[in-house]
Structures are given as C-alpha cells and as structure tokens.
C-alpha cells in the first residue's frame, strides 16, 4: 500500500512538471512591445474642432452679404443715374459710372464686413472665397471689355454689357449663397438682355433700374429675411 502511495505521488509530481515545462514563456517587462504615448485629450479636442469647422465651411452658404448694404449702393445709383444723364460728353457718362462702381464696391464691402463681424462668422470663409472667386471673373471681363469698347461704336452696349456679367456673377457666385442671391443674378441678365436689343438711348434708364432698382428691392429683401 506505501509502495503504491508512493508511485502515485511520483506520477502527480512528474505531471506537474510537465505543465510547467509546456507552458510558455511571459516576456519579460523590458520586451513588451511598445505602443505610441496617447495624444493629450486637449489636443484631440482641437483637432475635431478643426475637422468640423472645415466641414461646416464648406457645406455652408455665404451669408454676410449686406441686404442694407444692397439697398445703399442702390441709392448712390440712382443719384449716378442722375448725373450721368446729364453729362455733355461720352467720357463724363462712363467716368460717372467708374466712381460709382467703385463706391458701390467701397459700401458692400464695409457693410458686409460689419454683417460677418456682428454674426462672429469670417467674411472669408469656404463658402465666402467660392463666392468672390465665381463673382471676380466676369467683373474682370466686364473691365477688360470697357477698356476695349469704351472708344468705339459699341461703346453705347456697355450698359447691357455691364448688367449681363454682373448678373452672372451674381447668379454663379450666389450658388454658394442664400437663394435670393442667384435669384437676383437671373433678374439683372434677364435685365441685361432687354438693354442688349433696346435703343442705345435707354441704357441710363436700364442702369438706373439694374444697379438702382433691383439693388434697393432684393436688398430690402435680404435684409429682413437673412438679418442686415
């Protein structure tokens, strides 16, 4: 009976063995593989700030169009529409509507910028640089085809001229925008089509209804249903 106890606790001892023998090996803490260091919390936090205000960029609309903005340069264009019928010479009437353009230009841009900084959005956000980019492009052909025309006898077209690219790149830029604004690029090259086949004669008259008119309406417009 010892014998046996004896055998069985040999073969229980030699079992033992062999588990410890099949087990692997734990590495040791100095070959543990090593894994990057986690970014600060407050640095991941930055970043997915960063990803969504690009993301919200690009899917928004430019909105600091000045709806009272609009509705200024409109009235300095009818006071230009004024002087300009009464100018002697063809160069008085073009020089009229040169300082107006750049006056309407001074207004929208001031007035814009005070709509963007009362809403605490960039003015030239995503959507805003689309938007000055698709409306900068006819303004530059408008300016080249002034320079070009200006002493010939298409010189009398340029308000049609005038209104038809400034409605596209109203209409082109305001893709980017609310939906009045397009809808307002459609309403002065419709406006430059008619001036396009009317009498020379009636080209103040156009442009008084275009660059003054549609400006105080569509910037009423914007004004009461975007906010200033």
Known sequence: ?????????????????????????????????????????????????????????????????????????????????????????????????????????????WTSQRKAKAALVPLMNGPGRMFVFSFAVPMVVGALLTVALMDGPAAGRLAAIWLLLYGAGIATGGAFSVRIVPTMGIAFVLLGAAALFSPVGWATGYLAVGFGALHIVFGTLIARRHGG
């Open 1 to 109: 009976m010892r014998h046996d106890r004896g055998t069985l606790q040999q073969k229980v001892l030699d079992a033992s063995a062999d588990r410890d023998l099949n087990q692997p090996m734990t590495p040791t803490s100095s070959a543990r593989e090593r894994h990057p260091d986690p970014l600060p919390l407050h640095g991941q936090a930055i970043d997915d700030l960063r990803y969504i205000r690009r993301t919200m960029e690009r899917a928004g609309a430019f909105t600091a169009i000045s709806g009272w903005g609009l509705v200024g340069t409109g009235i300095t264009a009818l006071v230009a529409s004024a002087v300009a019928a009464f100018q002697p010479t063809a160069e008085g009437w073009l020089g009229t509507w040169l300082a107006e353009a750049l006056l309407a230009l001074a207004v929208s841009l």
